[in-house]
Structure formats: C-alpha cells, structure tokens
C-alpha cells in the first residue's frame, strides 16, 4: 500500500469546513472528509515546529525533554523503517526549518527531497534591495529586519503558482503520476502553508478582506514581548481584522492546491492502495484572546487539530465517519508504520490509530497531554481541559540530549554543571543533562475549563471547580508518569508525583 503523508503547518481547525468552519473556505479538505475518517478529539503533543516532527517522525513525545531541536541518534525513523519494507521514501516540502543546525536529521532520512527555499525567514537570497513596498515596510514596523528578509525571497513572485504551497503541491502531484506504479512509496508533503507571513495574491487577498490597506502588516508579531506589546499599542481592530481575512484567505489557496492531490489520486485511480493521512502540528491564535500564535496557554483554538485519514480498509460503519476518541501526534507515527505492514513495532509513546479508524476499537486514551518546552503543559480529557500553570524562576529545568547545544556567553556557567547519565526511561543511550533556561515568560498560572464551553469563551474554573481541579491535577500527573516524565518537571508544573 502507498502512503501519503500531508502536513499543513499552523492551520486552525475551527476554520475547517469538516469542523464547522465557513463554506468556501476549504472544500477540498472537505472533500477527503467525505471520503475518509475524521478525528474529532485529535490534539497536538509538542509545540511547535521541530518538537511537533520529531513526534511525527519517531513516536517519542519530546517537550517535556528537550526543546526545539535535532533527531537523536537512537531514534527509530519513520522514513527508514518504511525503507526495510521496501518503500521508496520522497519529501516535498517548503519548510526551511529543516535546513537549520538544530534541525538535524529529518530530511537525511528519506531517499528523495525536492525543498522549495524562500519561506518566512529562510537565509537563502541575500541580494541588496534598494526599495520596500508598503506591505513590507508595514512588517518592519512591528518587525524589524523580518520582512526584508522575507521579501529577498519572494519579490520574484508574480503569479499565484509562484507561491509555496503552489509549488509544493504542484511538485509533489508530478512525482506521484511518475512513480505510482513502480512500486510502494512513502511521500511526506509538508506545506508551510497557513504559515505566517501571510501573504497572498489576489483573489485570496481581498476576498475575506473589509478593507485591503498597505499600511497594515501580515505578520505580527509574537516571540518577543516588547515587539508584541508595541505591536498591540498601536494596532486597531480593523488592523486585526485585516490580519485574519490574509490567514483565511491563506487557507483557502493552500486548500485549493491540495485539491490538485486529490484530482491526481482521481485520475490515477489510486484510492484502492493509497493511504492519505492529513493533518497539521498546530493552529495559530489570531488575537481573539489579544495574542498571536500558539504560546502557552494553550487553549484548543491552537491545540485541539485536524485530523483526516482515508485508510482502504477502513470501516464502513464507523457513525458519521467520524471518531471520538482522544488522540494525539505521536500516535501517528506507529499508525503509519502500522498500514505499511511492518510487524511487531512499537512506537515508544504513539499507538496505532488502525483499530480506531477499522472501527475494531473505540477508545483510544483517557486523557493526551500537550506543551512547550519550559512553559505550561496541557491535559485534556473528554470533559476538562487543564492548562497547568509553571514557575522557572524557582525550580529547576533540564534538558537531555545526546548533543550539547551551542550556547551563549551568560549560559556558561550553568553549562559547568552538566552531568551525563541513563535518564531516559527505555532509552539504552547515555545523554547529557543540562541545566537550561528558557526565554518568554517565566511562570504562568493555571486554567481549568469545561470542554464544552464555547471556543474563545471558555471560563477558568480553577476557583470554582475545586473538585474538578484537583481531578484534572491527578490526572496529569499520573500520565506524566506513566510517560516517565523528569521529576523536576512536576517540580516546576507545580504537581507531585506518585509514590
């Protein structure tokens, strides 16, 4: 059986039409929906970028280890598991990330990469520019020095199919009509997609838009504290209105040329031996709650995903084609791995999604805990959603790798006091333990609400739901250990472990 894997980057799930999002927007996604299986309860697990694929590609949960980074040299990678079945493995993508030090490893797994170069900050054209349209310059406001960058490699753009999911998926459907037929393949499709920039040709441009305006930036700004606050000091609401209609209409093109992958599997008459699992690692805020991005804390509106699957030899009595289950990234590794036909592999924190979409099984787990590196951490089951708040200021933060990190000046001293050791439940591989410190905000309090409050009007019930607290605290700490999770980590998360 083929497999065709596609990630869409940053798209929000309440924005899909097999979600309840606005017609219109994305009927190709909807369109798969028709003919697959859709989760219901499907949740991010390490945010954002690299840790979100490092689950992918391994099926090891990764944020409550170690930050932003690198494969490990005693991953199990999906790309080279596919490859002893006798898979031909190919990337197409557009994500830059992968090109970075501290990204190491996931594109050398496969056998074939087409990399589409240029994304958001992507150091790849350096020529001198002499003059700045207005939209760039209205990125530089908020953002310095990021939209220049930007533009160096996109001021070429002249048509929609010059625009990177165009090409991703352009490419990825000219390497399926060459190679369907020729045996089984693994094909990863990674569209940046929703990502910001969001920057778009017309119609996408002005067609959610009240009023299209130069002066208003498409990439605000989120990472750094002082570029947000001047950021929200000086923006208006038809700024921030203008802002969502550009990701909306990002949407709808990524949507759009994903459609031209479903047209090629169409005219193949591929469906009968091709697995086609889509998805993305996270959404992206759009300052309904006065924030960008997909920081702590992480509300479903960034964290709760999409998650569409068409298996051949799925059920046919699955109700309404859909599954409630609470699910996770890192079960999606072992689910792959699982459909190619590969025996008696374990993924080591994923499990298999096939009985669920087979209609054998339906519970999956009681709760999936999700978060940043060295910020809050979230536990959802079906009735609670605990963002569990943290303090760095007071306890102590490792990371574990079999790699030390570069680092700056300040960060010498703590580097003194690494130790190396077997910390890593089932990992037979010694790996430094470094004292680590983390940037943004240095503690966060907790939320608790119900999972059934409405989307951007949840309600914190940490004071009004004792009971339910309490509840969702234990829970969480007895996932956390049955993952093995770094005791200084229940430390910092304000939690204590079992006995």
Not at 29 to 43: C, K, P, S, T, W
Not at 245 to 252: E, H, I, N, P
Not at 279 to 305: F, M, W
Request: proline content about 7%; hydrophobic content about 35%.
């Amino acid at each position: 059986m083929n497999v065709i894997f596609v990630l869409l980057d940053s798209v929000n799930r309440h924005l899909l039409e097999p979600y309840g999002g606005p017609e219109g927007i994305t009927p190709n996604i909807q369109r798969l929906a028709e003919r697959g299986v859709r989760f219901d309860n499907h949740f991010a697990g390490s945010l954002p970028c690299m840790p979100a694929r490092r689950e992918l590609f391994t099926g090891r949960q990764d944020f409550l280890w170690r930050p932003w980074g690198h494969l490990e040299p005693f991953d199990t990678l999906l790309p080279h598991v596919a490859a002893t079945q006798g898979y031909k493995t190919m990337m197409v993508t557009d994500h830059y990330h992968y090109w970075e030090e501290n990204a190491h490893g996931y594109i050398q797994s496969f056998q074939g990469l087409e990399m589409i170069r240029g994304y958001e900050g992507d150091n790849w054209n350096i020529d001198p520019v002499e003059k700045l349209p207005l939209w760039v310059r209205a990125i530089e406001k908020y953002r310095p020095g990021r939209g220049v960058r930007y533009y160096r490699n996109v001021r070429h753009f002249q048509r929609e199919e010059d625009y990177f999911s165009a090409r991703v998926f352009d490419r990825a459907c000219q390497w399926v009509k060459t190679n369907y037929g020729h045996g089984p393949f693994y094909l990863q499709i990674e569209s940046f997609g929703a990502h910001e920039p969001f920057h778009v040709p017309e119609p996408y441009r002005s067609m959610r838009a009240k009023n299209v305006d130069e002066h208003y930036t498409i990439w605000p700004p989120y990472q750094d504290s002082e570029e947000t606050r001047n950021f929200f000091d000086h923006t208006t609401l038809e700024e921030m209105e203008f802002i969502r209609a550009q990701y909306v209409g990002k949407l709808c093109m990524l949507d759009h040329w994903f459609g031209r992958l479903l047209d090629t599997l169409d005219a193949l008459n591929a469906w009968p031996n091709t697995m086609l699992v889509v998805t993305t690692d996270h959404g992206h805020e759009l300052g309904e709650r006065h924030c960008y991005g997909k920081s702590h804390p992480h509300y479903a509106s960034h964290a709760q995903i999409p998650l569409i699957i068409w298996y051949p030899k799925a059920s046919k009595n699955i109700s309404s084609r859909s599954v409630k289950a609470l699910t996770s990234t890192v079960d999606l590794n072992p689910t792959i791995i699982e459909a190619m036909g590969v025996p008696d592999y374990t993924a080591p924190d994923g499990r298999s999604l096939l009985g669920l979409v087979q209609g054998v099984t339906a519970k999956h787990r009681d709760a999936v805990l999700y978060g940043t590196y060295g910020h809050g951490l979230g536990c959802t089951t079906s009735e609670y959603t605990l963002l569990q708040g943290f303090d760095n200021l007071n306890h102590p933060l490792y990371l574990y790798s079999t790699r030390l990190p570069r680092v700056d000046a300040d960060q010498h001293q703590q580097l003194s006091e690494i130790s190396s050791g077997y910390y890593i439940p089932g990992v037979d591989w010694p790996v430094w333990r470094v004292p680590w410190t983390v940037g943004g905000e240095q503690s966060g309090s907790s939320v608790l609400y119900r999972r059934d409050d409405p989307l951007f009007q949840e309600r914190n019930l940490v004071e009004v739901d004792r009971r339910g607290y309490h509840q969702m605290r234990h829970i969480t700490e007895q996932v956390m250990e049955e993952e093995g999770s770094p005791p200084e980590q229940f430390e910092r998360l304000g939690l204590t472990p079992r006995d």
